[in-house]
Structures are given as structure tokens and as C-alpha cells.
């Protein structure tokens, strides 16, 4: 039972007598890269039941050479199963290798003076801060949360698997940064300072301050709304959230030239307002903002629901900053004018139908009003459901479309006519109808091909959708310039007439 014994200890003195040094032990996770070299231990069973022990050098043979990442090496066992897709086995090793003494690789200077400081686990590093490792100066990622994980310790610059995806080399460095120049974390020199910060101010996007020679600006919407909260200050702890870092600032910025944008009509909560409307607000003693409604009607109903820039951001959009005023916008300015008199004046009571008119009156213009259509099938439905629904309000649109303007100051004009004497028919094949008056009575009894005339002129009702609007009294021949939808002229009875006429199909 001891020969086995014996025999392997004859084997382990011949493989030492042999073997080259062993390279430093493989760990799972280290910087390892294409050319890298390691040792490995393995144990084997033979069949006779001795256990052997041995120890190889391996070199890597997966990878850019440059990246750990590209590497399978950091993670698979030389002497596991997937090590022919990594590793290289050199043979058996014995002791230490020796190996020669390395120098850093050796990188250009780096454009500014001196080190920043030192890397620092579990540091909040700004997008483009920079630190400093073993000499070298490297710049956090600009990318919004890629610079969160330059802190890590899996991503320490240099030294470990995945550092290029949060840091960029920039190159060596020699001593510190002078204690009389602030350390500004690699930002650029934005020139003269803006005004300090100022926690009862109101800013909005694109605004500048400075916080300690370092100059920030206030980030575009939703995060511009952090901006006037003094738990995302600048440089405080929610501070990203808010503002961008822009460089660092010495001196005072020279007095801005007066905007020579001017102020339209200041915001009113109480007004109703429409797509492309312009309004200011009020943002200190000294500054004024313009807003303007949305181009897209649907988005423009909220401009009459939320000020603004109220959180939501609906409805209105920052143009500029502005001073003075300007004359208040004509609300009829892009609006079609709707030629002749103006139809009936909207009636809550009312019992509205598909494509029937009304007018609302204008506060600032009463010699004009607003000519809405009611939508036809489904949205029609609301034309009838009361004062929540009425045109101009806030669920209007829902039911009735802005046609255009009217002149109210237009009245309909009466004329006296004779009346029609006699009878007058149309031959519906061979059999002649009596033509008679249009009649409101008689609304519901109108259908396609229905004949009625006004004095002497017939009208005939159109085919269907059309015929609907027959029975609508808005629609009364010769009545408004919209009666067209419905009815089709088709001629007259005799100029004169005393006895029957019959006109044609």
C-alpha cells in the first residue's frame, strides 16, 4: 500500500526537477488581458485512487490587449472546463518565477497643472469631474448616470474590469493643484460669474447662477421645475437632479444688453386661451418670461387649466425672457371671417344637432362673435349636453369645431315679397306632388327628394347622410349661408301664377 505513496513523490521530484517558476496565482476578477501570464493548481484522481496535485503556468489568450473587458481571462478557471477559450497551458511550474522589474507604462501629460485629487471610493463623482491614480489623471463620464458609477470600486480608473466605461484616460500628472486655485473638477472656464444663487428667486430652463466660482445652469424640462426648490440647490445633495454644472467663474459677467423681445398681455388664471397664444409672467422685480400656448389644439385645452409652467408642462412651453409690453394679441386674427349675419346665439336649453351653428359673444371685441359647428356622429352628442359642454369652454371642443368669426353687428335682412298665389308640383313619374311651403311643423317629415319652396323658389332635400340636416331648423332654405348643406336649389314656379304649375323633376 505504500508504493503508490513512493511512486507519486518520485513523480512530483521529476516534474520539479524540470519545471519553471510559477507565475502569480490566477484570481477570479482580476485585471487579466490577451498576453497576461498566471499559475493554477489541479488535483487528479487516478484510477488507482492517488490524488495528485499539480501546478501549471498559463497565459491568456483572450482579449484586445488593452481592455479587461474584452477578456474572458478575469473569469474563467485556467483549469476549469472553458479553459481552452482563455488560457494557454504552459506546463507544470515550480516555486516563483522570476520576473523582471516593470515600469508603469509612461502616458503624456495631461492639459492642466498639476493633480487633482486623489480617486476616492464611494465618491459622488459629477459628470466630467476628474481624479487622479497612481500618477495618472482620469475624467468621469459625461453620460447622465454612467458618471454615478465612477465611485465604485468595480469601476476604479485603471485598475479594474469595466473602468473605460465610466473613465477616460487624459494622462499623467506631477504634484497638486495650487491651494490658491479651487478645484474645479476638470470644468471649463466660463468666464465672468453670473449672479449667485438666490433661494427666493425664480428661475426657469436655461437660467445661470453661481455657487462658489462655479457656474450652473438650470436643466431643461421635467427638471426645471427642481429648479426653484431649495432641496436641489446648487451643488446641495440633490443638486444633479437640477442644475448642469457649466465651468467655473471669476469676476462678474458685463450687464446683459436689455432683451428686445417685448411682453405680451401678462397670464390671467380667469381668461380662456387658445393654440399660439402668448402670455408673460412675472419672474422678478426685474425679469419677465413668455410663454406660449400649443400649436396642437388638443394640447392648447390645457392652457386654460394649468399657469404656466406648472409641473405637468401641458399646454404651455417657455419661448424667452422679455421686457415692456406689447398691444394684446387679436384673438381674431388667424380665424376665418364667416361673411353675413351671424347664426343663432348658443343656448345651453338648446337642442343641437350634426353641423348646426351657433355664435358666442367676445368680451374684449363685442362687435365680433365666435362661429362654432356642432362635430357630427358621435361628438355631436355633447352639443346638447348643457353648460359644461358649451362652446368655448373647457370641454368645447369635444362637441363643437372654431369655424371662424362673424360680424354681430350684421343683422338679417327682411324683405317683403308677394306672397305665392296658386299651387305649385313637381311630376314624380307621372304623378304630380304638391310643392309645399317649408313649414317648421314639418321638420320630421323631410326626407331625401322631399320638395319645399320659399314663395316661388323650389328647394330639394339632399340623399342621405344630408337629409338629416332637412330637419333641422338651422338649415331653412335661404336662411343662413349654410342651408346649402342640406337643400339644393331647383328652380321656380311661373313668375305668376293662378293656377297649378308644375315645375321640373
Known amino acids: 500500500m505504500f508504493k503508490p505513496i513512493v511512486l507519486s513523490v518520485v513523480l512530483y521530484n521529476c516534474i520539479a526537477a524540470d519545471a519553471s517558476g510559477c507565475f502569480p496565482a490566477w484570481t477570479s476578477g482580476g485585471s487579466y488581458n490577451k ?30 490587449g488593452v ?80 458618471n454615478a458609477w465612477c465611485g465604485n470600486p468595480g469601476y476604479k480608473p485603471g485598475d479594474s ?23 474645479h473638477s476638470g470644468l471649463p472656464d466660463a468666464g465672468g460669474c453670473p449672479n449667485e444663487y438666490d433661494p427666493s428667486a425664480m428661475y426657469v430652463e436655461g437660467d445661470s447662477v453661481a455657487v462658489g466660482g ?28 437640477a442644475w448642469t454644472k457649466v465651468g467655473y467663474c471669476s469676476g462678474t459677467i458685463a450687464p446683459s444688453p436689455p432683451s428686445n423681445v417685448t411682453c405680451p398681455e401678462e397670464y390671467k388664471a380667469a381668461s380662456q386661451y387658445r393654440a399660439n397664444d402668448k402670455v408673460s409672467v412675472l ?11 400649443s400649436a396642437d389644439s388638443h394640447f392648447a385645452e390645457f392652457c386654460s387649466l394649468f399657469e404656466p409652467g406648472h409641473w405637468s408642462n401641458l399646454g404651455w412651453s417657455f419661448v424667452s425672457e422679455c421686457n415692456g409690453t406689447i398691444v394684446p394679441t387679436d384673438p381674431f386674427a388667424n380665424l376665418e371671417e364667416i361673411v353675413g349675419a351671424c347664426p343663432s346665439v348658443y343656448d345651453a336649453n338648446e337642442k343641437y344637432e350634426a353641423k348646426d351653428f351657433v355664435s358666442v359673444a367676445s368680451s374684449g371685441a363685442p362687435e365680433k362673435s365666435f362661429v362654432y359647428q356642432c362635430k357630427p356622429w358621435p361628438y355631436g352628442a355633447y ?58 311643423s314639418a ?26 340636416w332637412c330637419r333641422s331648423s338651422a338649415y331653412e332654405p335661404e336662411t ?14 311661373t313668375a305668376v301664377a293662378t293656377t297649378t304649375t308644375t315645375v321640373a323633376p
Not at 492517488?50 to 489568450?61: A, H, R, S
Not at 511550474?93 to 495631461?110: I, K, L, M
Not at 323658389?457 to 339632399?462: F, G, I, L, N, S
Request: hydrophobic fraction near 30%; include cysteine; proline fraction near 4%.
Open 35 to 64: 498576453g497576461s501570464q498566471v499559475s493554477q493548481s489541479k488535483t487528479t484522481n487516478s484510477t488507482a485512487g492517488v490524488l495528485t496535485t499539480t501546478t501549471n503556468n498559463y497565459e491568456c489568450i483572450s482579449g484586445d
Open 67 to 146: 481592455y479587461s473587458h474584452t477578456s474572458h481571462c478575469p473569469l474563467y478557471d485556467p483549469v476549469g472546463a472553458t479553459t481552452s477559450s482563455a488560457w494557454k497551458d504552459l506546463g507544470a511550474c515550480n516555486g516563483t518565477a522570476v520576473t523582471t522589474t516593470t515600469t508603469a507604462p509612461t502616458y503624456a501629460a495631461w492639459t492642466g497643472v498639476g493633480c487633482p485629487s486623489e480617486w476616492a471610493e464611494g465618491t459622488e463623482y459629477q459628470p466630467g469631474a476628474v481624479a487622479a491614480l497612481a500618477g495618472v489623471v482620469y475624467k468621469c463620464s459625461t453620460v447622465q448616470f454612467i
Open 161 to 183: 474590469l469595466y473602468w473605460d466605461i465610466a473613465w477616460t484616460r487624459l494622462g499623467s500628472c506631477s504634484g497638486t493643484m495650487s491651494s490658491t486655485t479651487p478645484d
Open 214 to 241: 462655479i457656474v450652473l445652469k438650470c436643466r431643461s424640462w421635467p427638471n426645471s421645475l427642481y429648479c426653484n426648490l431649495v432641496a436641489f440647490e446648487p451643488l446641495g445633495q440633490y443638486s444633479e437632479m
Open 283 to 293: 419672474l422678478d422685480a426685474d425679469r419677465a418670461a413668455v410663454y406660449q400656448c
Open 383 to 440: 352639443c346638447s349636453s348643457g353648460e359644461n359642454f358649451a362652446p368655448a369652454s373647457n370641454n368645447g371642443e369635444l362637441g363643437w369645431t372654431l369655424k371662424g368669426w362673424c360680424d354681430a353687428t350684421v343683422t338679417t335682412t327682411t324683405t317683403t315679397t308677394t306672397p305665392w298665389v296658386g299651387t305649385c308640383e313637381w311630376l314624380n313619374g307621372t304623378t304630380p306632388v304638391t310643392i309645399n311651403s317649408w313649414s317648421a
Open 443 to 468: 321638420l320630421s317629415t323631410y326626407s331625401a327628394g322631399t320638395r319645399v319652396r320659399v314663395a316661388d323658389k323650389v328647394y330639394k332635400c339632399k340623399e342621405w347622410p344630408f337629409y338629416l
Open 480 to 493: 343662413s349661408q349654410y342651408w346649402g348643406d342640406a337643400w339644393s336649389y331647383t328652380g321656380k314656379c
